[in-house]
C-alpha cells in the first residue's frame, strides 16, 4: 500500500465511521484514531510520510473554518471571560505544571524543552471536543466554551510553543522578546484576519456565483493562515478572525441556494478533514513507539505522570474557575454561557481531548538545534506527547457518552423551544408587515389577501405548533397536511420532467450541456 492507497483509506473511513459511529453511539474521531491504529499495526501500511511543516496548514485552517461556522462574534463577546479563563489562563497553568513535572522525571530536560512539551500537551482540541460533545445532546452553553476555548487556547498554546522551541533552538532567552512576540503575534494575526475578511467579502460580490464563492472560502481559511505566519502572526488566530468577519457580514438572507450549497460543502469538508487528521493520529502511534528504543516501560511512566498533571490541572482549575465564573455572572448579570452545575463541570472537565494541534506540534520539533547538536531529548518529548494524546482521546473520548449519561447532563430542551417559539413569532410577525406594505401599494382579490394572510401566519406555525392555540392548531395542521399533498404530488411532477430531460443526454443530437442546464433549472425550482 502506497502514501496514495493510505489516504483514500483514510478518506474512505471517514466517510463510514459516521454512521457506524452514530450505531455504537461513540465520536467518529476516536474510532478513526482506533482504525488508525489498527491500520499502523499491519506490515503492509506504510510509515505516514507527511513533513511535519505541513501537518498544521494543511489541516488546521478548514477545521477551524468550519468550527467557526457553528458560532457568532456575539457569542464570542459574550463569554470572553470564560473562554479567558480556559484559553489562556488554563493553557499558561497546564505549560507551568508539565513543565515542572517533566524537567523532574526525565534526566537533563532543559527548561526550555519542558516548556515546549507543556505547550503542545497543553491545549484540548477543538476538533475533538465539538465533535464529541456536539453529538452527545449537551446544553449549548457547555458547547460553546468547549468550542470557544479550542479555538483560542491552541492560539496561545501555539505562541508559547514556538517561544520555548527558539530558546531551545538558539540557546538564548529573553522575557521582553518572548512577550514582545506574543502581543505581536496577536496584533499581525488581528490586522490579516480583518483585512483578508474585508477583501474575501468585497471579492464574493464581485464573483457572484455560488459555487465561485464556496470556491474562494475554501482557499480563505490557508491563506490567511500562511500570510499570517510568514507575518510572524498567530495563522490560527488569524483564520479565526476571518471566519467570525465573514459570518457577520457575508449573510444573505434571500441567498437560499448558496445557504444550502454552502453548508453542505463545508459540513463534507469538516468530516473528510477530521478523519484523517485522527486516522493520522493512530498511524503515527507506529513510527513514535519505534524510538522508544527498548525504554517503552521507562518512557510510559513518564507519559502516565504527564497524563495524571494535565488531567489533574484541569479539574483542580476548572473548579474554581467555574465558581469564580457564576459569582461575577450573579453580580453583574453578563449575558454569557457557563456550566451552572458540578455535574457540567466534571463533563467539561472530561471532555477536555488533546487531537490534532498536539500530534502537529510533537512532530514538528526540530531534530537540530543552530549549533548543529540533536534537539535534547526529542525522541523522549515526542513519546510523552502522543501518551497524552491518547490517553486523552481514545479513553476519554471513549468514556465520555457514558460520564454524560451517568451524570444525567442533557440539553435545556424547554428553553431550546421557547427559543424556537419566540423566533416564530418574531418570523410571522416580520411576514405580516411586509405582506401589510405590499397591501398598501397594490390590489388583490380577496380570496388571494385570505390565502396570504393565511400564509403567513402559517410561517410561524409550522416552525412551532405551541405558539398557537389548539383549535387554530388544528386547522394549521389541516392546511399542512394538505400542502404536504401538494408538495408530493409536485415532486411527482418534477420528477417525471427531470427524468425526461436526463433521458435526452444519451439521444443523438443532444448537446449535454443544454441537457445540463435544464436540468440545473429544473433541480432549483424543485429546491424552492
Request: glycine fraction near 8%; hydrophobic fraction near 55%; proline fraction near 5%.
Amino acid at each position: 500500500m502506497d502514501q496514495l492507497a493510505l489516504l483514500l483509506a483514510l478518506l474512505l473511513g471517514a466517510v463510514i465511521s459516521v454512521p457506524i459511529g452514530q450505531r455504537l453511539g461513540l465520536p467518529a474521531p476516536v474510532l478513526m484514531t482506533l482504525g488508525g491504529i489498527v491500520l499502523a499495526l499491519i506490515p503492509a501500511v506504510p510509515n505516514v510520510n507527511v513533513p511535519s511543516d505541513f501537518i498544521l496548514p494543511l489541516i488546521l485552517p478548514p477545521l477551524l473554518y468550519a468550527a467557526v461556522q457553528r458560532t457568532s462574534w456575539r457569542q464570542f463577546a459574550a463569554n470572553i471571560r470564560p473562554i479567558l479563563l480556559l484559553a489562556v489562563a488554563l493553557v499558561f497553568v497546564t505549560t507551568a505544571a508539565v513543565a515542572a513535572v517533566a524537567g523532574a522525571l526525565v534526566p537533563g530536560l532543559p527548561i526550555a524543552a519542558a516548556v515546549a512539551l507543556g505547550a503542545l500537551v497543553a491545549p484540548p482540541d477543538p476538533v475533538a471536543a465539538t465533535a464529541v460533545a456536539g453529538s452527545l445532546g449537551l446544553p449549548r452553553r457547555l458547547v460553546s466554551i468547549l468550542e470557544g476555548e479550542g479555538l483560542f487556547n491552541d492560539v496561545t498554546a501555539i505562541v508559547l510553543y514556538h517561544v520555548a522551541i527558539a530558546a531551545v533552538v538558539t540557546g538564548t532567552f529573553s522575557w521582553p522578546h518572548a512577550v514582545g512576540e506574543l502581543v505581536l503575534s496577536g496584533v499581525v494575526a488581528t490586522a490579516v484576519g480583518l483585512a483578508l475578511g474585508w477583501l474575501t467579502n468585497k471579492l464574493m460580490g464581485l464573483v457572484g456565483d455560488a459555487t465561485l464563492q464556496i470556491g474562494l472560502t475554501l482557499l480563505v481559511p490557508f491563506v490567511a493562515y500562511v500570510l499570517s505566519e510568514e507575518m510572524k502572526g498567530s495563522g490560527v488566530l488569524a483564520v479565526l478572525i476571518t471566519a467570525l468577519f465573514l459570518a457577520e457580514h457575508t449573510a444573505d438572507a434571500d441567498d437560499v441556494q448558496g445557504r444550502l450549497t454552502g453548508t453542505a460543502f463545508w459540513e463534507v469538508v469538516d468530516t473528510l478533514v477530521t478523519g484523517v487528521a485522527f486516522g493520522l493520529i493512530g498511524l503515527e502511534l507506529h513510527v513514535v513507539f519505534g524510538t522508544a528504543d527498548g525504554r517503552q516501560l521507562q518512557m510510559l511512566g513518564w507519559g502516565a505522570a504527564i497524563v495524571g498533571v494535565v488531567v489533574g490541572v484541569r479539574l483542580m482549575w476548572l473548579l474554581p474557575a467555574t465558581w469564580l465564573a457564576k459569582k461575577l455572572h450573579t453580580l453583574r448579570d453578563y449575558d454569557e454561557e457557563i456550566p451552572t452545575t458540578w455535574r457540567e463541570t466534571i463533563v467539561m472537565w472530561w471532555a477536555g481531548m488533546r487531537g490534532v494541534a498536539s500530534v502537529a506540534l510533537a512532530l514538528a520539533i526540530p531534530r537540530t538545534t543552530d549549533a548543529g547538536d540533536p534537539f535534547p531529548h526529542r525522541d523522549e518529548l515526542v513519546f510523552i506527547a502522543f501518551c497524552v494524546i491518547m490517553a486523552t482521546l481514545v479513553v476519554q473520548g471513549l468514556t465520555l457518552p457514558w460520564l454524560v449519561r451517568k451524570l444525567d447532563v442533557r440539553a435545556d430542551t424547554d428553553a431550546e423551544r421557547e427559543l424556537e417559539r419566540s423566533l416564530a413569532i418574531r418570523a410571522a410577525k416580520a411576514a405580516k408587515r411586509r405582506l401589510k406594505e405590499i397591501q398598501e401599494v397594490e390590489e388583490f382579490p380577496e380570496d388571494v389577501m385570505e390565502r396570504l394572510v393565511r400564509s403567513a401566519y402559517d410561517i410561524g406555525a409550522r416552525i412551532s405548533p405551541d405558539m398557537v392555540d389548539e383549535e387554530r392548531r388544528d386547522a394549521v395542521a389541516k392546511r399542512v397536511e394538505r400542502a404536504k399533498s401538494m408538495r408530493r404530488i409536485q415532486r411527482e411532477m418534477m420528477s417525471a420532467a427531470r427524468h425526461e430531460v436526463l433521458s435526452a443526454r444519451s439521444e443523438p443530437g443532444a448537446d449535454p450541456e443544454i441537457v445540463d442546464r435544464v436540468l440545473r433549472h429544473l433541480d432549483v425550482r424543485s429546491l424552492r
